[in-house]
């Protein structure tokens, strides 16, 4: 990036010619902090100096001039600059500084032109009275009722003419949202008497009646439901054809669907006021089934019954059976992979928009390291193969009453089975399967509720990985590596979930508690007692008891315009008791990762100071991969700062990240076999892992994905100075000295104080 914005200052002014001037600074003076984001969008995108990158690609891959690429110069242009001075004069103005003035300066120097606008805002105007002109009394009552709920006009507050039209958007709201459905926002008007002496203004907000005649209110009618077939051709086409609750009249052309299962998304009711929000949120709810690409809602006023609308709302359905394929490159030092998937789906199955999905999943990793062939290289393997059924509503053996005014209610069961195999090492066999609700209290809080996840897990472990653990002490991971059986139940609630996307100031918060193994005891206790050399047996292998708490609280703040400050805390805790003396595989923590401490690769960080030289051997490092870096508490926390580099690169937008990780992951009790890896208070700073970094997030509209460059400043597994990694990105010889040492401690593993991570959507 440095090097492309080096490249792009060097070279752009090449090809202006004699009497043209690049635009390379603009500076807004005289404006407050509080307006300065958005003054600066009133200056003309012509004389905004352009990106660095941009015009570094225009240069490069434009030879001819051509505009396809990046972006042409931005040459300055005197008659842009005195338009741009008269918007931000208006500007102002608009925002109550009604005797604002804003000159402009250009200086030119070799070709490159800076444009400086200096504003004087001078007295702020307020607002004073605030009178209303409302000939329909029941408008005007209605209006009165409601307006201290969203009113922005309030004597002494600044004036503001954006607060004259959020008022009149308000207006035309309660109106729709209460029958109101020929209202039309010309209907109201503002008249503004400004004071120029004492500084104050006086607004009268007025409301129209249509005509001659008084504003009428709208109750609904029935409602006529068409499914149009995918190819929305209905020529020769017949429809079944349904009437439920005798207020909906359904004509399915698609012969898709069974009607009865949709009239839960829909919200206009025969008898009701014409509401607008029921309107939009019958639309939103059939779009969120996510089986219509088309939902249009519309209405036809009946002639022979005066005030009454004819609901009509068109569908045309997504296509019914899809199948995707996918695949990701994974690398870190010695350490390469490939994983590939493919996904089928029917989003119609039974009829009542259930989505059935099945996936295909396949990867292999590989060790440079090995040597020989590519076989020789191979690692290990994983192949999974999953079905889930999806049905949005709650599916339980009594009724719930269902709302779906807040959000979709789903049911989820699903089943996978896996297969994983680490070379000449170990074999895990999965089958599993869950039972999971979710649904919406409000718009910002939904709760999840898994009564029903279970595990089977069988393990073989070869011969000689078994005797090797055993004779090298390390035999803790036998009961992690061997058959076992995990049941458990857990419960989620997120807040804030609908909001992330936005760029607004808000907390973000989800928690999960899971609690197993308790009914496994019960059974294997009082119905079939039996036991093998790691505890009590149920289904022929022991079973974990376990609870654990998992949390992530998130503050987000906006910094104008689309600068954002996250800042994150992730804890965890798991605590495991009665038969097994640790927790399942799936359900340790471990550390790192491009959602985490980015520094690190997934698993390679901790516990606590916990470093492989520890195992006696380079064997035992290559087998235990993975598998000795798990911790039964962990903590990560982020700062990450995100920012907009370009609006279009390749047709899609370019934002840009600065972040600060820290964190780690610790084992509850001490354990000899992994020095330094117990949780300890008067300990913690020490065993606390830094790392920072930068990335690029390409936003294509319906997905993101990132590139993040994470840099080790702090590692915890070594002591004393030596943790503070950041020091050989000054001294490269120590840094060659350093990693030339790690690699004699802990072959095979390389130490890498860089990290890339590749991610889709954003981290959190």
């Known amino acids: 990036m440095l090097l492309i914005l080096v ?66 110069p931005r040459i300055l242009d005197s008659s842009l600059v005195e338009v741009s001075r008269l918007q931000l004069q208006k500007f102002l103005k608009t925002k ?14 070799k070709k490159r032109a800076k444009i400086i ?50 008022e009149r958007d308000q207006i035309y709201l309660t109106m729709k949202k209460n029958g109101y459905y020929d209202f039309v926002r010309p209907y109201v008007r503002a008249k503004i008497d400004t004071n120029l002496n004492s500084r104050q203004a006086d607004i009268e907000i007025q409301i129209l009646n249509p005509g001659d005649s008084t504003h009428q209110k709208y109750h609904l009618d029935n409602t006529y439901l068409r499914i149009q077939p995918t190819s929305a051709n209905l020529a020769g086409l017949k429809p079944d054809t349904l009437r439920v609750d005798s207020q909906y009249k359904f004509f399915d052309y698609s012969r898709f669907f069974k009607p009865r299962k949709l009239t839960n998304y829909i919200f206009l009711v025969n008898g009701y006021p014409y509401d607008i929000s029921d309107v939009e949120l019958t639309t939103q709810r059939l779009f969120d089934l996510n ?6 809602v519309d209405f036809m006023k009946r002639k022979d019954q005066s005030n009454t609308l004819i609901g009509l709302i068109d569908m045309i359905p997504l296509k019914k059976k899809s199948n995707r394929i996918d695949g990701e490159y994974t690398f870190n030092s010695s350490i390469t992979g490939v994983n590939a998937g493919l996904t089928y789906q029917n989003k119609n199955t039974f009829g009542g928009a259930e989505v059935f999905e099945v996936k295909f999943r396949g990867g292999f990793q590989f060790d440079k390291n090995l040597g020989g062939n590519l076989s020789d290289r191979l690692l290990s393997s994983d192949y999974q193969i999953g079905a889930s059924l999806n ?53 910002y809080k939904t709760h999840s509720i898994t009564p029903i996840s279970i595990q089977y897990v069988q393990g073989r472990i070869s011969k000689d990985l078994e005797n090797y653990l055993i004779e090298q002490g390390n035999s803790f991971f036998l009961a992690t590596l061997r058959s076992q059986l995990v049941a458990s139940s857990a419960y989620t609630f997120t807040y804030n979930l609908s909001r992330l996307p936005s760029l607004s100031n808000f907390t973000f918060f989800n928690g999960t508690l899971e609690v197993g193994g308790n009914t496994a005891a019960l059974i294997s206790n009082l119905i079939i007692k039996d036991r093998n050399d790691l505890g009590n047996t149920l289904l022929g292998v022991p079973y974990y008891q376990f609870v654990r708490l998992d949390g992530d609280l998130r503050f987000y703040k906006s910094l104008g315009g689309e600068r954002q400050l996250v800042t994150r805390i992730n804890p965890g805790i798991g605590y495991y008791y009665g038969n097994m003396p640790s927790l399942p595989f799936d359900k340790q923590f471990f550390a790192g990762g491009s959602s985490g401490i980015r520094a690190w690769q997934a698993r390679t960080l901790g516990p606590g100071n916990y470093n492989r030289s520890s195992l006696e051997s380079d064997s035992a ?31 899609s937008k370019v934002k840009g990240a600065t972040f600060v990780d820290f964190g780690n992951i610790w084992r509850l009790k001490d354990n000899p076999e992994f020095p330094g890896s117990q949780f300890q208070f008067d300990k913690l700073w020490n065993q606390m892992a830094i790392g920072t970094g930068f990335g690029l997030r390409f936003d294509v509209s319906f997905f993101v994905f990132r590139l993040d460059a994470g840099f080790k400043l702090k590692d ?38 860089t990290q890339i991570q590749f991610g889709i959507g954003m981290p959190f």
């Open 716 to 753: 915890p597994q070594f002591s004393g100075s030596d943790q503070w990694i950041g020091k050989y990105y000054f001294d490269r010889q120590a840094k060659r000295e350093f990693k030339s040492r790690y690699a004699n401690t802990n072959n095979p593993d390389r130490y890498s104080t």
């Open 391 to 443: 049905f949005p509503r709650l599916i339980t053996p009594f009724r719930i009453p269902s709302n779906s005014r807040n959000g979709i209610p789903r049911t989820r069961i699903a089943v996978n089975y896996q297969i994983y195999n680490l070379r000449e090492s170990y074999l895990r066999r999965v089958l599993g399967t869950t039972l999971t609700y979710d649904w919406a209290e409000t718009k």
């Open 7 to 72: 490249l792009g200052s060097c070279r752009s002014t090449r090809r202006l010619k004699e009497n043209e001037s690049l635009i390379t600074k603009l500076e807004i003076n005289g404006i407050e902090n509080t307006f300065s984001d958005q003054a600066y969008s009133y200056v003309s995108l012509d004389i905004r100096p352009n990106s660095p990158l941009n015009l570094w690609i225009y240069n490069t891959f434009n030879p001819k001039g051509n505009k396809t690429l990046g972006e042409a």
């Open 291 to 296: 089986v219509f690409k088309s939902v249009t």
């Open 621 to 651: 490092r290559l087998r235990l991969r993975n598998l000795d870096q798990l911790g039964d508490i962990k903590f990560e926390g982020n700062i990450e700062y995100r920012f907009k580099i370009l609006n279009d690169f390749f047709g």
């Open 117 to 166: 606008f200096n504003a004087q805002q001078n007295e702020q105007f307020n607002f004073r009275n605030v009178t209303f002109d409302v000939e329909d009394s029941v408008i005007k009552n209605l209006y009165l009722t409601r307006r201290t709920e969203f009113t922005r006009i309030k004597n002494g507050h600044r004036f503001d003419e954006d607060s004259i039209a959020y």
């Open 96 to 109: 109550g500084f009604l005797n604002a003035k804003v000159d402009s300066e250009i200086e030119v120097r």
